[in-house]
Every structure is written in structure tokens, then in C-alpha cells.
């Protein structure tokens, strides 16, 4: 158990929706980063939160967007879903203090999207 | 940009035998970190080992180890005596300022 916690772990909707995913970092992180992994694809960067704040952002569509909020947890919202949408998404969770990661990033177990 | 090369998609070996997964990276940066984290069926993601770029001695972590080639921009993964446990996906990843850059993966299979 990684300490990091991700709800809802399965998810299916349709084409056009919006949905929330939900992720509780580990007690005492303050960084939060959330991944797609898709077949064609991989594992890829969407964005990373530290303290509230967007530290850095990656191939996020501008479809999606997520929070950090004061108690940490973080919120990934993906609207006008595609079928290409479909993936699994991961939070991951660290202590960083400032500037690069050095450290371990600790993953949720991923919430599995099917837009259908 | 960060690149992370996989070139293996797929490995097979014996149980107790011993392999090597490849990674190859590109970048400018001169100080950077370097992971191997494994994916088994449950989906979790599991760091195996990291590696600082500044630090010559390669990393150890029991029966896991790396080659770090910083000139050559080369990390891999030598996992020793392997177990059934470690049949699992295997992503190299880069880490700089923002998120981990992966690899496409190797799928490792280890045979009884």
C-alpha cells in the first residue's frame, strides 16, 4: 500500500460526459502529479500541483484540468470525453520541499476511465 | 525535450536466471535522476531503484541493479536470481523539474 488513494478505481461513461477523479496524497506530501496510461501511448504526464499550487504542466488536453486543494487532495476533471479518453489515470504523490524531485513518487492503484 | 528509450518490448527468461533491460535517454540537463519502477498486474506502480546522475556508483537494491553510462546516456536494469514475482511491466523514467518522464515499457516474463 503506497499510502496514496484514488477513487473511483472504475469508471464508465459516455462520449460527452465530464467526470471527477479524486485523489488523497500520502499524510505529509505536498506534491500531487497525475498520469494517463493508455495502450498507444504509455505513461504520460498530464500535470503536477505542490501545496495548492500548479507547479508543472504537461500533455494535458485543455479538456481536462485539476485543483489541489488547502487539505491537499487533488481533483482531476476531464470534460466532453472522447473514446480516446480511455485510460487509466494515475495520481502519485511526493515530498518536495522546493524546485526538482529528487525523491520517490509514490502512486495511487489508478482509476480505469472507459468512455464508451 | 526528454526522451526515454525501452528498445525490448517484450523479455522471457528462466526463473534464477539473470537479465538485462535496456534504457537509453537524451538530454542537456547534467543533473538529473533516473528510475526503474515496475508495474505487475495489480497495476501499481513500484519503484525498483533510482539513480542520481551526479553519483558514479551505480545503484543496488538487493538483486536489483543498474549500469549507468552517463556519457553514453545509458541506464539499465540487471535484475539477478529472478523471480516469478517479478514478471511485471518495467518502465525506465527521467525525472527533472515537473514529472517523470517513461519509457514504452518491457514487458518481463519469467518461465517456471
Known amino acids: 500500500d503506497s499510502g496514496v488513494t484514488q477513487t473511483p478505481k472504475h469508471l464508465i461513461t459516455a462520449t460527452g460526459q465530464r467526470v471527477t477523479l479524486r485523489c488523497s496524497p500520502r499524510?505529509?506530501?505536498?506534491?500531487v502529479y497525475w498520469y494517463q496510461q493508455s495502450l498507444d501511448q504509455g505513461l504520460q504526464f498530464l500535470i503536477q500541483y505542490y501545496n495548492g499550487e500548479e507547479r508543472a504542466k504537461g500533455n494535458i488536453l485543455e479538456r481536462f484540468s485539476a485543483q489541489q486543494f488547502p487539505d491537499l487532495h487533488s481533483e482531476l476533471n476531464l470534460s466532453s470525453l472522447e473514446l480516446g479518453d480511455s485510460a487509466l489515470y494515475f495520481c502519485?504523490?511526493?515530498?518536495?520541499?522546493?524546485?526538482?524531485?529528487?525523491?520517490?513518487?509514490?502512486f495511487g492503484e489508478g482509476s480505469r476511465l472507459t468512455v464508451l | 525535450a526528454q526522451t526515454v528509450t525501452q528498445s525490448q518490448p517484450e523479455m522471457s527468461v528462466q526463473e534464477a536466471e539473470t537479465v538485462t533491460l535496456s534504457c537509453t535517454y537524451d538530454?542537456?540537463?547534467?543533473?538529473?535522476?533516473l528510475f526503474w519502477y515496475k508495474q505487475p498486474p495489480s497495476r501499481q506502480m513500484i519503484l525498483v531503484i533510482r539513480q542520481e546522475a551526479y553519483k558514479q556508483q551505480n545503484a543496488t537494491e538487493n538483486r536489483f541493479s543498474v549500469n549507468f553510462q552517463k556519457a553514453a546516456k545509458s541506464f539499465s536494469l540487471k535484475i539477478s536470481d529472478s523471480q516469478l514475482g517479478d514478471t511485471a511491466m518495467y518502465f525506465c523514467?527521467?525525472?527533472?523539474?515537473?514529472?517523470?518522464?517513461f519509457g514504452k515499457g518491457t514487458h518481463l516474463i519469467i518461465q517456471p
Open positions: 502519485a504523490s511526493s515530498v518536495q520541499s522546493s524546485g526538482v524531485n529528487t525523491g520517490e513518487l509514490f
Open positions: 523514467a527521467f525525472m527533472r523539474r515537473g514529472g517523470l518522464t
Open positions: 538530454t542537456s540537463e547534467n543533473n538529473y535522476y
Open positions: 499524510s505529509g506530501d505536498l506534491s
